[in-house]
């Protein structure tokens, strides 16, 4: 019987992959700090620091490239799992959660309590479909029957992190929903369940990357 033949384990994508997410989490904390006065954390989303102001100046531009450093940092993650050869559906939903970041840092928001308008609701559609994909893309990285494969010593990790990143963006869809329906008077908090989901697929891609990273150890 011949051998399995271990995956192809780039650990320059695992860095590439780790300087862009630390990068977008540097932006968003420097964000939250600065625009703290003018974006409630609690009440609204990331991305409505586009409509914030640093010094008379936008703070859209930095949002953007918050955006960007993790569409990148997702890219190179991307990268590393085409050469480990992993499932092509895996790469695709990956590849949809980096088209959808790079949308969001391009296509801005609608303004709170404004008509929504057609770049707003591409915005948000892109927004749903990159949360929606990341952890879909996990959950199959993970899947079972892959000789030797780097991410199986992760399994439970990885897929216990797409489930709770599945649930926070139910909650957050549901939060807008019904927004939607009661209107502006009864506000959710939004900005609230929108950051812990940004956290928690935070995690998730750092646990993806692991493997890429460990390679260099090795």
């Known amino acids: 019987m011949p051998k399995a033949v271990p995956a192809a384990v780039s650990p320059v994508h695992g860095r590439l992959a780790l300087a862009g997410m630390a990068l977008a989490v540097a932006i968003a904390a420097d964000l939250h700090l600065r625009l703290s006065a003018q974006v409630s954390p609690v009440w609204q989303t990331l991305s ?38 992993r499932s092509p559906a895996v790469v695709v939903l990956l590849g949809v959660w980096c088209a959808g970041l790079t949308i969001c840092a391009t296509v801005p928001v609608d303004p709170d309590g404004q008509a929504r308008t057609l770049d707003g609701q591409l915005h948000n559609a892109a927004a749903l479909t990159a949360f929606l994909a990341l952890p879909a893309a996990a959950w199959l990285l993970t899947r079972r029957g892959a000789p030797k494969c780097p991410w199986e010593p992760r399994r439970t990790t990885i897929r216990g992190l797409a489930v709770a990143s599945f649930a926070s963006v139910l ?29 928690v697929d935070l995690a998730l891609l750092l646990t993806m990357v692991r493997p890429l990273l460990a390679a260099a150890r090795r």
């Open 171 to 199: 909650i957050v869809l549901g939060g807008f929903v019904f927004t939607l329906i009661t209107g502006p008077a009864q506000e959710v908090t939004l900005g609230l369940f929108e950051r812990l989901l940004f956290c």
């Open 48 to 85: 409505e620091y586009v409509y914030g102001h640093l010094g008379g100046r936008s703070a859209a531009p930095l949002f953007s490239a918050m955006c960007l450093a993790l569409a990148l940092g997702s890219v190179a993650l991307l990268a590393g799992l085409v050469k480990a050869r």
